[in-house]
């Protein structure tokens, strides 16, 4: 049987990339990493048309796959915008990363590849961050009126606000929050971050341990004994409701009458029936 050889490898390699790529875009590149088997480029924000054109035109780079942003909060410039792009003639991939803040746009590369129209929207949607020349930066995923940047990490998950769609005015409307609960708080902590408090439902995990715990491995730990015994033995209360079912218990049979015969003569009574009722044959 024949063997296909395929004209690329199923993963190209790495090797030389990053050294090559570095000094062909030069000062326009502020760092360079290879990480999780992807080489990672970190260019200045005003040249990102300018470095992904070149790596379009020079390098083989033609299709941009996707654009993704990230959100690091404590930074300067949080958010950080994510090219990728693809040589579908040597089977690599590469990442070009720019970063900004919520005030500075980012050049606009729709006039690389058209599709980053589309990409762009969706990350000013969801994070807020601004593209310079895109013609049509509108909302994409979010309804129209909708208020913040979902993915950004500090975006509310719980207020006193809440986003519903309004089937008489047929768009998203905010109002405040209806809820059953006459007294209610938030205090908008961060849902990866632990309360500096107990919440409702841990206190008995806060509860330190009893020093003598009530157990009953013994017959002494539940009361029982020679001691409980006794005591059971011993006569009630004059006048409680005890003393007065042990009396009762006590008290001696009424008189047979002519209706209601000594209990012997009962019991008698019904044997001698029993018997006289009894198969012939069942006798021997």
């Given amino acids: 049987m024949a063997t296909v050889l395929h004209s690329a490898p199923k993963y190209a390699s790495n090797d030389g990339v990053q050294d090559t790529l570095t000094a062909a875009l030069g000062s326009h590149v502020l760092s360079a990493r290879e990480e999780h088997g992807e080489i990672m480029l970190t260019v200045k924000r005003e040249s990102i048309a300018d470095v992904l054109k070149m790596l379009r035109d020079n390098h083989a780079y033609q299709q941009l796959m996707e654009i993704a942003g990230v ?60 593209f310079d020349g895109n013609t049509d930066l509108r909302r994409i995923l979010t309804d129209y009126g909708f208020e913040g940047h979902p993915f950004r990490k500090d ?74 015994d006794k005591h059971a033995a011993e006569k009630v209360s004059a006048g409680s409701p005890a003393e007065e079912a042990t009396d009762k218990a006590r008290t001696p049979p009424p008189e047979p009458t002519e209706d209601q015969p000594a209990r012997e003569e009962r019991k008698g009574k019904t044997t001698d029936t029993a018997a006289a009722t009894e198969p012939e044959g069942d006798a021997e």
């Avoid at 803040?101 to 980012?106: F, K, N, R, Y």
């Avoid at 998203?172 to 961060?190: G, H, I, N, W």
């Fill in 155 to 228: 975006f509310p998950l719980t207020g006193y606000t809440e986003l519903r769609y309004s089937e008489d005015e047929k768009r998203v409307v905010y109002e405040p929050v209806k809820l059953a609960q006459d007294l209610r708080t938030f205090d908008f902590m961060s849902p990866w971050e632990g309360a500096d408090y107990v919440l409702p439902g841990d206190e008995k995990a806060a509860t330190p341990p009893v020093d003598d715990p009530k157990v009953t491995e013994k017959p002494s730990d539940s009361g029982a004994g020679k001691k409980a």
């Fill in 71 to 130: 959100d690091y909060p404590g930074r300067t410039e949080r958010f950080e915008v994510v090219y990728m792009l693809l040589s579908v003639t040597k089977n690599h991939r590469i990442m070009v990363k720019t970063s900004t803040d919520e005030a500075t746009p980012v050049p606009t590369v729709t006039t690389v590849w058209p599709n980053a129209g589309w990409l762009e929207r969706e990350v000013f949607d969801l994070y807020g961050v601004l």
